[in-house]
């Protein structure tokens, strides 16, 4: 019993001779840690904004009028519940197609980039489709905008549609509803298909090459050998990508949508960002924009969680 | 009966390496033609381009829209706007993240559990847009340059990569160092930076990219602002005015015609002289690449597999 005091005594006394000995160490990463704290952890104290009737011209804090859960009722129901949840599902569809046009593009590219023999042409490809990667979201909306319109303007998709004679007249992509969430897909594709085969081709590197030799005696083809050596090979790649990219599904973009989104098709290309900007920084109705970022983070990090758990239950990879 | 296999797998082979092949040459058809469209409308005559029929060579070549753009004040500001936060986040980025990612890389370092789980818990969450934004403004960063470099100046993903590269050098090279007596931040400088160059160089062109590209740090923070203005920026609000003007025409030739008619310039159009501005804005970053691109590979490798 009298040695326990004495103990915590010693282990006080090593911390605070620890502290001193590594004075340099905490020099060097302290002050960054509290610029980090200031950056990212100060902010959620805003959020008690969503409990607020907060108005930016009354200055103190404690003034502002206290509403309880009224932002919440406001943001789900009425006209900015009905916009809000149709934003709600803009950026699920958008994210959804996304990730999945994205997935089967960047794999199905690496795959079919394993198979080249020749070098040189390899790295041409390569390098040919990473280069959309370091063009901005303005470059590219742009490029989109010129490649959908009429022929005359530079439209080369209607040019070749109606050369093909599958239309006669050009299809005003950018003014119909019904194309939008394939257009944010479609250019995120052409974007970063490229550029994601970067980490497929470096776990299919890492694939045990006797596992081929020995495929190849078995009598295996080559989609044999495709299908069940090369594609569980990065399987964990591909399970780790995934748990990221489902706790970003709430993160469908922000420029092209506000760049391509017009009022004719509105109702398809609004998403939750576009939405908390709008009511926030234009409308300046702060506290329902908060409420609808907080939901946004919340949904986030139930979804990871999930992800990460069923991964781990399913003897995949573990991200957390 | 074997021959007769083979030549049927010779066969296969030969159609899937040209099937391949094919598909491989239209892809990087696909992603190669809105840049060199783009590359040709800025090298042709405006009023020809508004005829239509301009694919990846110019008709009528002119360097006018050049001439034209690299007129504009608000270009040449936006340009040095652009470079000089460019180069300031490359280089906060860098010394930060990795003195940063050397501290919790020290198994003995008392708080490098907790510098850990504080960071890489900010790759989940975030409190959302308007919290961030009156921070910004309390603490009077609105039209201000620092507003572009100092939020970013450590980012968590980075610095896992680089701790997790820093882990791969031999523990013996940094003890030995200690015997001879350096100290800890002699050791980070003069021994472990010169190691980590490779993953250095993968990470500075993320960071230049990402600072290169950005848009929505002017749009928020810095619109009220014109001399803190982006090339990304300008490009935006070009694109944002002649995608009105062409929804509201509806012709293609009404984009000339209102050009003309607001009396910037007879014989140039918003078309032309949005080609123009692309090439300008997508130029240095697409030149960087190369130079990097030895590291790259490699530190990404790196990176990801360890992840």
Redesign the interface.
């Known amino acids: 019993m009298a040695t326990k005091p004495l103990a915590g005594q010693k282990k006080h006394k090593s911390t605070w001779s620890t502290i001193v000995a590594q004075y340099e160490l905490i020099l060097m990463s302290v002050p960054l840690l509290l610029y980090k704290i200031l950056f990212s952890y100060v902010p959620v104290v805003g959020w008690t904004m969503a409990f607020q009737n907060y108005k930016p011209a009354i200055r103190s804090f404690w003034k502002q009028e206290w509403v309880g859960f009224d932002n919440f009722v406001k943001l789900f129901t009425g006209i900015n519940g009905e916009r809000f949840l149709r934003d709600v599902r803009n950026t699920l569809g958008q994210s959804f197609l996304t990730l999945l046009l994205g997935y089967i593009g960047s794999i199905s590219l690496a795959l079919l980039l394993n198979e080249v023999r020749n070098i040189k042409f390899k790295r041409i490809v390569q390098n040919i489709t990473y280069m959309p990667h370091f063009l901005s979201w303005i470059i590219v909306a742009g490029l989109v905008s010129t490649m959908l319109a009429v022929p005359t303007s530079g439209g080369i998709i209607n040019d070749v549609l109606i050369r093909l004679g599958l239309i006669d007249n050009s299809i005003m992509f950018l003014a119909d509803p019904k194309y939008f969430w394939w257009i944010v897909a479609f250019s995120n594709l052409w974007k970063e298909m490229g550029w994601n085969t970067i980490i497929y081709l470096a776990a299919i590197t890492a694939i045990d090459p006797t596992l081929y030799e020995a495929s190849v005696i078995d009598g295996a083809n080559r989609y044999q050998k495709m299908w069940h050596i090369t594609l569980p090979g990065i399987k964990p790649t591909i399970m780790v990508l995934l748990i990221m990219n489902v706790g970003h599904i709430l993160e469908a973009g922000f420029e092209i949508q506000y760049f391509l989104g017009n009022g004719l098709v509105v109702e398809s290309s609004e998403i939750i960002d576009i939405f908390v900007l709008r009511y926030g920084i234009q409308m300046g109705n702060y506290s329902l924009a908060t409420v609808a970022g907080m939901f946004k983070t919340v949904i986030s990090i139930i979804l990871i969680s999930v992800a990460n758990f069923i991964s781990g239950r399913l003897g995949e990879e573990k991200l957390i | 009966m074997k021959a007769k296999k083979r030549k049927r ?1 010779d066969i ?2 030969v159609i ?2 040209t099937l ?2 094919g ?2 040459i239209f ?2 058809v ?6 060199l ?2 590359l040709a ?1 800025s090298f042709n005559e405006p009023l020809d381009t ?6 990846i060579r110019p008709r009528k070549f002119t360097l006018y829209n050049y001439y034209v753009v690299l007129n504009m004040d608000t270009i040449y500001n936006a340009f040095y706007i652009s470079v000089t936060k460019t180069i300031v986040i490359v280089a906060t980025n860098l010394v ?1 993240t990795s ?2 990612a ?3 890389s ?1 198994k ?4 490098r559990k ?2 850990t789980t ?3 818990l ?1 790759m ?12 910004i403004k309390k603490l009077g960063m609105i039209n201000t340059f620092s507003v572009y470099w100092i ?1 970013n ?2 980012s968590a993903f980075n610095l896992i990569v680089i701790r997790t590269y820093i882990k791969t050098i031999p523990e013996s090279l940094i003890e030995s160092a200690r015997i001879d007596g350096a ?3 002699r050791i ?1 400088w003069q021994i472990v930076m010169p190691l980590i160059v490779p993953t250095l160089a993968t990470i500075a062109l993320f960071v230049a ?1 990402g600072s ?5 740090d002017t749009f ?1 923070y810095n619109s009220g602002k014109q001399e803190l203005s982006t090339l ?1 920026y300008e ?2 609000k070009l ?2 005015t002649t ?1 009105t003007a ?2 509201r025409a509806g012709a ?1 030739a009404g984009g000339a015609v209102s050009a003309a008619q607001a009396g910037s310039s007879n014989v140039t159009t918003p ?1 032309s002289i ?1 080609a123009a501005i ?1 090439i300008v ?2 130029v240095p ?2 030149l960087v ?1 190369p130079f990097l691109q030895r590291y790259f ?1 490699h530190g ?2 790196i990176g ?2 360890k ?1």
């Open positions: 797998i296969e082979n899937f390496t391949n092949t598909y491989l892809l990087c696909v992603m190669l033609y809105p840049m469209n783009t409308v508004v005829r239509g029929g301009i694919y930060f003195m940063l050397y501290t919790i020290r003995e370092y008392i708080f907790f510098i504080v960071f890489v900010t989940y969450f975030n409190a959302g847009l308007i919290p961030n934004y009156l921070l939020p100046i450590v100290k800890e931040f980070y990219v290169w590209n950005s848009w929505f928020l990304q490009l935006q694109l944002a995608m062409s929804t293609p078309q949005r692309t804005t997508a970053i697409l690449y590979i990404l490798a990801s597999v992840e």
